[in-house]
């Protein structure tokens, strides 16, 4: 994965993401997005989208995906691991937004508030 690629050089943001899963073609589905971080002094923000089909949804609710904030870490890590192991009908992305562009934005003349680049980057 490109994580440690973004850990060397956090200047810029990093889009990583899953294949498509083939049913996820032709089946209407579902999407969930949370996002976690610290902000420009402590670190990235970090987004995240994992999408199933609609016929799939109890799946995910017997995984016990809920909001990273109500999990431990090794529950997230669980949960990373099977959602990789079921990629035949489960996709994800992650949208890491650079602190050091956080901050940029922040102190534009015209000024880009963290609401706006939360907004415009869980639309993608």
Known sequence: MELEEFERDNSQNRLL???VPEICRTEDCCLGIDEAGRG???GPMVYGICYCPVARKKDLQDLKVADSKTLSEAER???FEKL???SDYIGWALHI??????STSMQQRAKYNLNALSHDTAIG
């Open 17 to 19: 993401s899953s294949p």
């Open 40 to 42: 420009p002094v402590l």
């Open 77 to 79: 890590e669980r949960l």
């Open 84 to 86: 990789n192991s079921t």
């Open 97 to 102: 937004l650079s602190p050091n562009i956080i």
